[in-house]
């Protein structure tokens, strides 16, 4: 079993910044998702355990940056340039391999989420 749990969401206007956190119980690989209102979940990015392999959505590359301090076992979502179609639930998740992959389904724990929302 991992536990996560995600903080630091917030309301912030467009264009502005927002860094969440994901507090793990292990270092393993570790996924940030969004999930707005009547919208799927959504892959934003991953970051292996030893963090030296990173993905991203389209929609969020140069925005958002993901990294981690295995000394803290939490990883990092820094957010930038924030866009109104980024209000949405945020959580982090794990997997016990690292694939790259944003496919929800691969993901196999799951934090409670927090809550960001943007506007104008």
């Known amino acids: 079993q991992v536990q996560l749990v995600e903080s630091g969401g917030g309301s912030v206007q467009a264009g502005g910044s927002l860094r969440l956190s994901c507090a793990t119980s292990?270092?393993?690989?570790v996924g940030w998702f969004r999930q707005a209102p009547g919208k799927e979940r959504e892959g934003v990015a991953s970051?292996?355990?030893?963090?030296?392999?990173?993905s991203y959505a389209d929609s969020v590359k140069v925005r958002f940056t993901i990294y981690r301090d295995n000394s803290k076992n939490t990883v990092y979502l820094q957010m930038n340039s924030l866009k109104l179609e980024d209000t949405a639930m945020y959580y982090c998740?794990?997997?016990?391999?690292?694939?790259?992959?944003?496919?929800?389904?691969?993901?196999?724990?799951w934090g409670q989420g927090t809550q960001v929302t943007v506007s104008s």
């Open positions: 970051i292996s355990a030893g963090g030296t392999s990173t």
């Open positions: 998740a794990a997997r016990r391999i690292w694939g790259g992959s944003l496919s929800a389904r691969l993901f196999d724990y």
């Open positions: 292990t270092v393993t690989t």
